[in-house]
């Protein structure tokens, strides 16, 4: 089993940078892909980004490109979003999650955190 602790989210004005932190914990040796998904309201669940051990970054939506970076410190079992120049429509719940080597599906989930931007 693999715990996963996010932190970092908030309220911030359009334009503005948030860094979202992801501690894992438990069984560590799962943490071959950590990622980032996000939920607007009343919109599906999709894909941001992830970071695989080797640092190979996959992106999921084009519209962060640019804008949104993501680092893992692997000694710390941590993954990083930073967030900038951030826009309303980025307003969701992030998740992270992790999956196992040769595994499709992600196998363990965060409880989310909320961030909201003011246009």
């Known amino acids: 089993q693999v715990q996963l602790v996010e932190s970092g989210g908030g309220l911030v004005q359009a334009g503005g940078s948030l860094r979202l932190s992801c501690a894992a914990s438990?069984?560590?040796?799962?943490?071959?892909?950590m990622g980032w998904f996000r939920q607007a309201p009343g919109k599906d669940r999709k894909f941001v980004v992830a970071?695989?051990?080797?640092?190979?970054?996959?992106y999921g939506l084009d519209s962060v490109k640019g804008r949104f970076t993501i680092s893992r410190d692997n000694a710390e079992n941590t993954v990083y979003l930073q967030m900038n120049s951030l826009k309303f429509e980025d307003t969701a719940v992030y998740y992270c999650a992790v999956r196992d080597q040769g595994r499709i599906s992600y196998d363990y989930w965060g409880q989310g955190t909320q961030v909201t931007v003011s246009s």
């Open positions: 438990g069984r560590t040796s799962s943490l071959h892909v």
């Open positions: 970071m695989n051990k080797n640092g190979e970054i996959t």
